[in-house]
């Protein structure tokens, strides 16, 4: 099993971090209007915020580091990898098509939406890629049992929470009136699922390098079926 490196634990550390940091610097730095169990995190940096490069930077470097961490964790397998560098590229994108002052912006809601079902669906595309036993550079055992964050019950509940948490979102989006509580909820899930697939990805490969070598065959020659009766 390949080691995940320090840096990216840094990466997948730092993405819940900067999430809350830029919603609250930025929300701080608005009128007495805004209201974040009303409004969303998209004002933050939409044309009509207040130094809406503080929302918008900490969403760059959030999608970087999703993104970091998709190149570093080999262990949830090319498809999922995809995903989630889908999901931080998205994350990246929504500095291009801010949210308007007033209305909707089209452009934002696709980039938007392609950025929410890439990083809840990106659990489950590992899940479905590992069969039960997997090879022995994906796994955390020679028995081929992957790490825990990989195991098919274990994603696909952690993707079912997410969509739920993100319908949520478009529930309140449509009629409700704590649509920045639930936006900020799902993010903040989103963004910690990726640290404990880190996590899991290098203690099991620590447990991997930590068994004992497998003790030597003893000399002589080999037993077996086609051995027996050879002297007759």
Not at 66 to 76: E, G
Request: proline fraction near 10%.
């Amino acid at each position: 099993m390949r080691a995940v490196p320090s840096w990216a634990v840094a990466t997948a550390t730092a993405a819940p971090a900067l999430l809350v940091a830029g919603w609250t610097v930025a929300g701080a730095r608005q009128g007495p209007g805004y209201d974040p169990v009303r409004d969303t995190i998209s004002e933050l940096a939409g044309e009509g915020a207040t130094d809406p490069w503080l929302m918008g930077g900490a969403l760059v470097l959030l999608g970087c580091c999703y993104c970091a961490t998709a190149a570093a964790l080999h262990a949830a397998g090319l498809p999922s990898r995809f995903l989630l560098a889908v999901g931080g590229v998205s994350t990246v994108a929504l500095i291009a098509f801010p949210r308007p002052q007033v209305g909707g912006s089209p452009a934002h809601g696709v980039v938007a939406t392609v950025a929410v079902l890439a990083l809840a669906l990106w659990p489950a595309g590992t899940a479905l890629r590992l069969p039960r036993r997997v090879p022995r550079e994906v796994a955390a055992s020679p028995a081929g049992r992957p790490p825990w964050a990989f195991r098919r019950p274990v994603a696909l509940a952690v993707t079912a929470v997410l969509l739920v948490l993100f319908g949520w979102s478009v529930a309140e989006v449509t009629g409700g009136t704590r649509t920045g509580l639930a936006e900020r909820v799902a993010a903040l899930a989103v963004t910690l699922w990726p640290l404990a697939a880190v996590l899991s990805a290098r203690r099991a490969h620590r447990h991997w390098t930590a068994r004992p070598s497998d003790p030597p065959r003893p000399d002589g020659p080999p037993i077996g079926p086609g051995c027996l009766g050879a002297g007759t």
